[in-house]
């Protein structure tokens, strides 16, 4: 248990299909992150939210939107995704942005998604 | 812009031998470096991580790694390898104030009992 929690673990759309990401952290802490995990690649970065004003948008394509409501909850909404969208999508949480806080991330366990 | 290699993609290993992944990253100034690790079907978690002070950093389980700054490497050590440490390991670093976390593609290591 990280106290990072993501919903759904497994999720299978059609590349019309609009669908939502939903993470939820417990720890208290400010930032909230997503990056993609595929296959034979590093983790990419794709958005940063630090007190639910987001500070970093790694040139993600507008198919992907973040939400983040308030420190405690990011979403991730898909639209009309391609098949190479499909991937492991890692939601992260940090104390604080400035990494001299910690320096540490804690992750939730992945929402997998397969677009067809 | 910031990177991080990890030139061994799959290592095998026996039980009890010992293990070391390499790590190299581009930056020119100050950072910070860590290890995350990834168990099967579960989430990535901090291995150990190098801010300042004594190179030779020690984590969880009997892992160090040591920060070499004229050879940009942090590489991970275990002197003797256990089947539960069969994992896939991230190098990632942070490179200057309000860098962001970036990773390596990841070494999966598979220990045969």
Redesign the interface.
């Known amino acids: 248990e990280t106290g990072v929690t993501q919903t759904p673990r497994h999720l299978v759309m059609g590349m019309t299909n609009k669908k939502s990401l939903k993470c939820e952290q417990h720890l208290g802490h400010n930032a909230m992150y997503w990056y993609k995990q595929s296959a034979k690649k590093p983790l990419e970065l794709m958005f940063v939210y630090n007190f639910k004003e987001q500070t970093e948008n790694n040139s993600v394509p507008s198919r992907f939107s973040p939400e983040c409501p308030n420190s405690s909850h990011l979403f991730l909404h898909l639209h009309t995704l391609q098949p190479e969208d499909s991937a492991l999508y890692l939601c992260a949480s940090s104390q604080g942005r400035d990494w001299r806080d910690t320096g540490e991330l804690f992750f939730g366990e992945g929402s997998r998604l397969t677009v067809l | 812009a910031q990177s991080?290699s990890q030139h061994n993609?799959h290592v095998i290993l026996s039980e009890a031998a010992s293990l070391e992944l390499g790590c190299n990253y581009s930056y020119g100034g100050t950072v910070?470096l860590?290890w995350y690790v990834q168990y099967p079907g579960?989430?990535?978690?901090?291995l150990l991580?190098y801010?300042s002070g004594d190179p030779l950093v020690k984590g969880i389980k009997g892992f160090e790694a040591e920060f070499i700054k004229s050879k940009f490497s942090f590489n991970l050590r275990k002197p003797s390898v256990q089947w539960s440490d069969t994992a896939e390991y991230?190098c990632a670093v942070?490179g200057g104030?309000?860098?962001?976390?970036?990773?390596?593609?990841?070494t999966k290591l598979s220990v045969k009992p």
Not at chain 2, 42 to 46: A, E, F, I, S
Not at chain 2, 97 to 106: E, V
């Open positions: 991080v993609h910070n860590f579960q989430h990535l978690q901090l991580k801010f991230f942070i104030s309000q860098g962001n976390l970036i990773f390596g593609k990841g």
